[in-house]
């Protein structure tokens, strides 16, 4: 069974900060897929990583993977306010026979609270 | 990208009692999904939903308590049956779709639909 861990569970950051949010995963994977939930939302989708090395930014969000430690970071640069939300990675298994297509399993979430 | 619209975005329902939720895409997509979030809790994959078969259910889950539908390429419904608060949560549904090749596929999820079941 894939589990998927999130850390830190909580994280209150100073504007202007820097910081990261770990994702630890027990299988295989094909896809990581970090998303953004404003209170009330639905998931914004942020950043797909495909392979080992991958690295993506998007403004002051920047996501890793390490397929090998089974692990991607989201690296925030600078917090500002507006990135204050819960943030999930989720995985897609290795998709052999092609069962597993699309099925992500999510981490806990992180809910990340940027203050001044 | 794909913009996806589930109905109805929310209701209060009594308990035994069953609710449809749709959820309509705006592009044609092989496979949908269904999660749901419990309060305050992350998502977990009820079921997946290709046109033209049955729905395939992950651990926990059953036809008969979820009922899915999957008439075309662009719509899907889940219907909760015999309702208890337990249920009450947020179902979202999701397609995956190719955006490019930096990107790589991506999954897309609808609005949600919050649930209240008394």
């Known amino acids: 069974e894939l589990k998927v861990e999130q850390n830190p569970l909580f994280l209150s950051m100073q504007e202007g900060k820097n910081y990261t949010i770990y994702c630890n995963y027990s299988?295989?994977?094909?896809?990581l897929y970090w998303y953004r939930q404003d209170p009330g939302k639905s998931l914004e989708s942020l950043f797909v990583?495909?392979?080992?090395?991958a690295v993506k930014q998007e403004g002051r969000l920047m996501a890793s993977l390490d397929t090998k430690a089974r692990l991607s970071t989201l690296h925030i640069t600078a917090a500002v306010h507006d990135l204050s939300a819960t943030y999930f990675c989720?995985?897609?298994?290795?998709?052999?026979?092609?069962?597993?297509?699309?099925?992500?399993?999510f981490g806990q979430g992180t809910i990340l609270t940027v203050h001044p | 990208s794909a913009v996806i619209s589930q109905k109805p975005s929310r209701d209060i329902c009594q308990r035994g009692t069953s609710l449809t939720i749709q959820c309509q895409v705006d592009?044609?997509?092989?496979?949908m999904f269904w999660y749901r979030q419990q309060p305050g809790q992350s998502l977990t994959l009820i079921a997946t939903?290709?046109?033209?078969?049955?729905?395939?259910?992950e651990s926990g889950f059953v036809i008969d308590k979820f009922p899915i539908s999957r008439p075309n390429l662009t719509f899907s419904t889940l219907t909760v049956s015999n309702m208890s608060p337990e249920d009450s949560s947020i179902y979202l549904c999701?397609?995956?779709?190719?955006?490019?090749?930096?990107?790589?596929?991506?999954?897309?999820f609808g609005p949600g639909t919050r649930l209240t079941v008394l």
């Open positions: 939903a290709n046109q033209g078969s049955e729905a395939t259910y």
């Open positions: 990583l495909l392979s080992n090395g």
């Open positions: 999701s397609v995956e779709v190719v955006i490019g090749w930096y990107w790589g596929d991506t999954q897309y």
């Open positions: 592009s044609q997509v092989t496979m």
């Open positions: 989720a995985v897609e298994p290795a998709n052999a026979g092609g069962t597993s297509y699309g099925k992500l399993t």
């Open positions: 299988t295989t994977s094909d896809r």
